[in-house]
């Protein structure tokens, strides 16, 4: 199993800047690609960020050259700077992982999400 553990969600201005980081733990030599999802009240889980293991990038376009993913330093963690922030970003926000590297784990996991408030 792979556990995913969110953080670093909270409240902030229009404008402003917010960093999540993300956790993982168990399983994780059968982690490839990661992510961040987000989902706002009475809207469909959406795409945000993935990255590969090898580092490629893709990202929405409503997050484009404001939002940045990363996978940290230390092994297994997974970051997204916010910078720029608007009141539609406001959603809680998921942190994933494919473990499709591993036949015996299900294809991916799901972090319990951290909430990200904006205020204008």
């Known amino acids: 199993q792979v556990q995913l553990v969110e953080s670093g969600g909270g409240l902030v201005q229009a404008g402003g800047s917010l960093r999540l980081s993300c956790a993982a733990s168990?399983?994780?030599?059968?982690?490839?690609?990661m992510g961040w999802y987000r989902q706002a009240p009475g809207k469909e889980r959406e795409l945000v960020a993935t990255?590969?293991?090898?580092?490629?990038?893709n990202y929405a376009d409503s997050v484009k050259g404001r939002f940045a993913i990363s996978r940290g330093n230390v092994k297994n963690t997974l970051n997204l700077q916010m910078n720029s922030l608007k009141s539609e970003d406001a959603a809680v926000y998921y942190c994933h992982a494919l473990t499709g590297l591993c036949r015996t784990l299900p294809l991916d996991f799901w972090g319990q999400g951290t909430q990200v408030t904006v205020s204008s």
């Open positions: 990255i590969t293991s090898g580092g490629s990038t």
């Open positions: 168990g399983d994780t030599i059968c982690i490839s690609d």
